[in-house]
């Protein structure tokens, strides 16, 4: 950091194969590692944390914590540790004195009522806590770290209870309470219309297209060239079309994928397509076909926060 700024320690999970994260690891001087837990004794391993961050903090006033964040609640994942509100307020308990700010990098920690929960956890400890207000890219590091011009947007929380610029109704006032309701109610509506609609298609008539031309059509034209994303996928399907195999990613409620097969170049498995439809007041068009258990079509990895959905997929 530069000079008059709070000394800064950045941890991110050694050993790490993800290459986002390894990327990250590579490009930054004097990052720290945090260590997976190595027991699975619930004492033992409370012990190893608490030690790991005294360890690695001490000294340190701000402390950023780069991972992955979960797809739905969008809670930072530090190695093997989901910092849920529960999980983020040991955290906070095991922070050496020195430490004055804590900044939770991952894709939009702070856009969700649990990730903003986590972050007032460590308020609660004294501490001053920073989120992501939108997805975070390799593109927001250089050598020092997350950078001060160029980073991830972040909203602050505090001891006080200053920050997050969160909007009460009262706040808002009755009638634009009522507008924002209506609004909501009416785009939920069409949601819901949209999927039945297409649900009854799905139903009735048979599939005109083979597999993958038929997810193809399901995600708009293009994509975006993506160096790196911060979010642990939903799902990661694969799907055999003649002699190639694909790769199906699904990135938080069904808002983003990844599609490429086998055989693509890094860039191409990095690009990141919107899912048609996508929208968390309803299912989308690719979620409805997914669940048919299109043939071909196998689960390789299920988030635990994708609970029941697409439960007919075969697992590989």
């Not at 800064?8 to 001087?29: C, G, H, M, W």
């Amino acid at each position: 950091m530069p000079a008059g700024d709070m000394r800064n320690v950045l941890a991110i999970r050694s050993a790490s194969t993800d290459p986002f994260e390894s990327y990250v690891k590579q490009l930054v001087n004097g990052e720290k590692d945090w260590l997976v837990a190595q027991s699975t004794d619930r004492a033992e391993v409370e012990t190893q944390r608490r030690r790991l961050a005294q360890d690695l903090f001490d000294g340190a006033e701000l402390v950023d914590l780069v991972g992955h964040s979960t797809p739905r609640s969008c809670c930072l994942r530090l190695g093997d540790w989901v910092l849920t509100p529960e999980e983020a307020a040991r955290l906070a308990s095991y922070m050496p004195k020195s430490v004055k700010a804590v900044r939770l990098i991952g894709c939009s920690t702070a856009t969700t009522r649990e990730g903003r929960a986590a972050a007032v956890a460590f308020t609660e400890s004294g501490l001053a806590a920073y989120g992501t207000l939108n997805k975070v890219y390799t593109t927001h590091f250089d050598e020092r770290g997350v950078k001060l011009v160029g980073g991830p947007p972040l909203v602050g929380f505090f001891p006080d209870g200053r920050g997050g610029h969160e909007t009460s109704d009262a706040a808002l006032g009755f009638w634009a309470s009522l507008w924002a309701g209506l609004v909501t109610g009416l785009r939920g509506a069409a949601w819901w219309t949209i999927a039945v609609l297409y649900w009854i298609v799905l139903r009735l008539l048979p599939p005109r297209r083979e597999p993958r031309a038929q997810i193809a059509a399901l995600l708009r034209d293009g994509g975006a060239a993506m160096p790196g994303l911060l979010t642990e996928p939903l799902f990661v399907f694969e799907l055999g079309s003649g002699a190639e195999v694909w790769t199906l990613e699904i990135l938080f409620d069904f808002e983003y994928a990844r599609f490429y097969a086998s055989g693509s170049a890094a860039a191409e498995r990095e690009r990141v397509y919107e899912i048609r439809g996508a929208g968390p007041l309803a299912k989308t068009p690719l979620e409805l076909y997914l669940e048919r258990a299109p043939r071909g079509l196998v689960w390789i990895a299920r988030h635990a926060e994708a609970g029941e959905r697409c439960g007919q997929v075969p697992a590989r």
